[in-house]
């Protein structure tokens, strides 16, 4: 997997690239991390990539120029298209390289989209600035847009280091274990169940039993229906997409049933 990242910040990459199982994964070849400047590809002599936005207004906007042709010089392929939709879809598809905007306007990054993207061999990253980009750069060069949530950053730089993490532990080999990946909160759409380690009591706290007991059966179920529990409480609005079998969807009605007759009696009780 080969990221390209285009920023006027490159400065804020090299630390966290560098860095634990990035690092290690860079350094074994299985992913790289190109960083590109966006300011070495303006001709002018104050190296301008941005400027004040027709029709007024606060703010500056990105330009359009020195963007397309980082990209293009990069990717060395003509990656600009026209308007209609199909259009747009082909020149993606003929490129096969995803040219992503990190904006607030993307559609909200997820699990599903990490693993969606990490079938690629290569991803474009746009990193913006100031206050937006020149619509055209929307219009003509980039396949898809992409926000890490509902919240305003300054710049898309540490949205695009939060989807090269999540990408490259995707890859094969990159995370120790092989399975390492498989279990984690999301990956299953569920959140992943309790993890405990030695000492078996701390303070007095212990772990539960089952996971003493070396029944991997018993230990697997207890797992799930932790997971379960855990999602049923924190985020119940992820158990309508899960991949639930008939035991998960028992479990789930008796732990229903269980909360709908603490409720009862509790105003019974009042
Ligand atoms: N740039 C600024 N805010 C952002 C966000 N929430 N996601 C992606 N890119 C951004």
């Not at 206050?131 to 949530?149: A, N, P, Y």
């Not at 984690?184 to 009591?201: C, F, I, V």
């Not at 539960?208 to 924190?234: C, M, N």
Request: glycine share 6%; net charge negative; with cysteine.
């Amino acid at each position: 997997m080969q990221f390209e990242v285009f920023t006027l910040l490159p400065e804020v990459f090299p630390s966290y690239i560098d860095t634990s199982i990035i690092k290690r994964a860079r350094e074994r070849g299985l992913i790289t991390v190109r960083v590109h400047n966006i300011r070495d590809y303006t001709h002018d002599k104050h190296h301008m990539t941005d400027d004040t936005p027709y029709g007024g207004g606060g703010g500056m906007v990105m330009k359009p120029e020195p963007i397309f042709e980082a990209i293009e010089s990069v990717l060395g392929v003509d990656a600009s298209f026209d308007d209609s939709l199909e259009e747009r879809e082909a020149s993606a598809q003929d490129v096969k390289i995803p040219i992503i905007l990190l904006t607030p306007q993307g559609r909200v990054f997820n699990q599903s989209i990490a693993q969606e993207l990490s079938q690629h061999d290569r991803i474009v990253l746009i990193c913006g600035r100031y206050e937006g980009f020149d619509e055209r750069i929307r219009e003509h060069l980039v396949t898809d847009e992409i926000s890490i949530g509902d919240y305003v950053l300054t710049g898309g730089e540490l949205p695009a280091l939060i989807m090269i993490d999540s990408i490259s532990r995707l890859q094969p080999d990159v995370l120790g274990d092989p399975t390492g990946a498989q279990d984690d909160s999301h990956a299953m759409g569920l959140l992943e169940y309790p993890h405990y380690t030695r000492p078996p009591e701390f303070r007095g706290w212990k772990i539960p039993e089952v996971l003493l007991s070396g029944a991997h059966a018993k230990i697997d179920k207890w797992r799930r229906e932790q997971a379960l529990l855990r999602t049923y409480k924190k985020r119940p609005d992820m158990l309508e997409k899960a991949d639930l079998s008939k035991e998960d969807k028992k479990f789930l009605e008796k732990l229903k049933n269980e909360e709908e007759r603490e409720v009862r009696e509790t105003s019974d009780e009042e």
